[in-house]
């Protein structure tokens, strides 16, 4: 089964094209989207399909969202129901809440991000009500199944985020980072984990996560920057039935289900002065009290966090609180950007492209050297997520199964962008035979490394994988002994 098959299936139903373009839009990167303009059309979708969340518009020609997800509730009550409405329709939406069993209602004009937070909370209550269930009739029946599956889950899991699963070659910047983290993995202290957005500091997390002793526990992710505080409140900590408007029934934080595992708080440098201190009275206490809550909740929860920024620079500019620093930075990792970990780009790019192209029809995709080479001579600001979009493009613009470096945007046959003007030779030729673009991509890669190293003939030799006779030879082949 492809993966975009087994992705969540949500239903938009709106009588309005546009919004149905807008909702699917925000949602298809993460659900696979359905629409229809009314009732009847949804009815055929959901006897075809099983739909994990129904977002439906209050107000459509015939029949109103409430009075369509109460039909929704007794004919296929498994599906987690959404209404959104403007907000002269809150009091409609409120009288049938309870017949309706909504999960959530939205108010218009809907926020893209809150929208789907919303859907992935969602759809995230569905599957765990699933399981719920599941565990529960195993419990009773078999514990020793259970415990078999759970154990094989785990296993899955520790060798999909193994620290050597992390590509790089032998001399890596990465190597060192790697061993860190590691050896932090062992104990039970929080890590600040620092580097520009793309580097894969997730990634190195989740592999700290499986290494450690609450590998058994709940990895959960949230990004601050994503939300306003208000939400981040509620998401991280929880929130009691009625606590705001939208709150129609409780809500377990992610904090809460992290309980005996880890967390992990992406780009945390972005947090208001007046976040940071609630969360790290819950650091402290080693307790949260969910929004609208009269009494707190114990949890033993592994923090580790993220940032892009540099978080010593924003305690002295005041933007950060010093005594959070402290409690989420006892031990601080830095992933280098992809320019300054080059050698490992072709190992990260074979992986990326194993990755991908099965989702895209075409499992026996594979780099051409030529097109390696392309990849080598750029600097991508983007990290590895930009080498991901990549490669992805060049899958889907190439016919055959090799792939070349005609395949790739301009910016990349360039090989410009990001680059300083010292550091960066000549632009990639765009015509001339296909030795003459080569020697141009090898000459400009082989300057670049030995810039980067200061001319240290070893390094960069090392990094290329020649020895330094044959690095001589090439120097003097480009006129670049001097």
């Not at 109460?70 to 959104?84: A, C, L, N, S, Y």
């Not at 009288?95 to 759809?123: C, F, M, S």
């Not at 592994?302 to 933007?319: I, K």
Request: proline share 5%.
């Amino acid at each position: 089964m492809s993966p975009a098959l087994s992705l969540p299936t949500v239903l938009v139903v709106d009588d309005e094209v546009r919004s149905q373009d807008a909702m699917r839009r925000t949602l298809d990167e993460d659900f696979a989207v359905l629409t229809a303009s009314g009732a009847d059309e949804a009815r055929a979708h959901l006897e075809r399909q099983d739909v994990s969340v129904i977002l439906c518009d209050q107000r459509m020609p015939g029949l109103t969202g409430v009075a369509f997800l109460k039909e929704v509730r007794e004919r296929w009550p498994d599906t987690v129901r959404i209404v959104i409405s403007g907000y002269t329709d809150s009091e409609d939406i409120i009288a049938g809440i309870n017949d309706a069993g909504i999960y959530q209602y939205i108010l218009k004009p809907w926020i893209p991000e809150h929208l789907l937070r919303t859907v992935r909370n969602a759809a995230e209550a569905r599957t765990l009500q699933r399981d719920m269930h599941r565990l529960d009739l195993e419990l009773r029946t078999s514990t020793p199944v259970l415990r078999q599956r759970a154990e094989r889950k785990l296993e899955r899991a520790r060798a999909t985020f193994d620290f050597e699963r992390i590509e790089r070659l032998p001399g890596s910047p990465m190597d060192a980072v790697c061993a860190l983290a590691e050896r932090m993995a062992r104990v039970d202290l929080s890590v600040l984990v620092q580097g520009e957005s793309g580097t894969g500091k997730e990634l190195l997390a989740r592999a700290m996560h499986y290494a450690s002793a609450r590998a058994a526990g709940a990895f959960v992710v949230e990004n601050c920057a994503a939300l306003t505080d208000t939400l981040l409140e509620s998401e991280l900590f929880g929130h009691k039935r009625g606590a705001f408007t939208g709150a129609f029934e409780d809500h377990v934080g992610l904090f809460q289900r992290a309980d005996g595992g880890t967390i992990f708080l992406d780009e945390i440098g972005e947090t208001s002065p007046a976040f940071q201190l609630r969360l790290l009275r819950v650091l402290q206490e080693g307790e949260v009290r969910p929004v609208g809550a009269t009494r707190v909740v114990p949890v033993d929860v592994r923090v580790l966090a993220a940032t892009h920024r540099d978080l010593e620079q924003r305690v002295r500019d005041g933007l950060f609180r010093e005594d959070l620093y402290y409690r989420i930075a006892c031990v601080t990792l830095t992933v280098p950007p992809l320019r300054e970990r080059s050698g490992d780009i072709g190992p990260i790019a074979r992986r990326l492209l194993a990755d991908v192209a099965p989702a895209l029809g075409r499992p026996q995709a594979r780099l051409a050297d030529d097109a390696v080479a392309a990849l080598l001579a750029y600097p991508w600001p983007g990290n590895i997520r930009e080498l991901r979009n990549e490669i992805s493009r060049a899958v889907a613009l190439t016919d055959g199964d090799l792939i070349g470096p005609a395949a790739f945007s301009t910016r990349v046959l360039q090989g410009q962008a990001g680059r300083s003007v010292q550091a960066q030779p000549s632009s990639l030729p765009l015509s001339g035979t296909l030795v003459e673009r080569l020697d141009a991509v090898e000459a400009m890669l082989l300057r670049e490394t030995l810039l980067r190293h200061r001319w240290n003939k070893t390094r960069a030799a090392l990094e290329l994988g020649l020895s330094r006779v044959g690095l001589r030879g090439k120097m003097k082949r480009f006129g670049l002994e001097d």
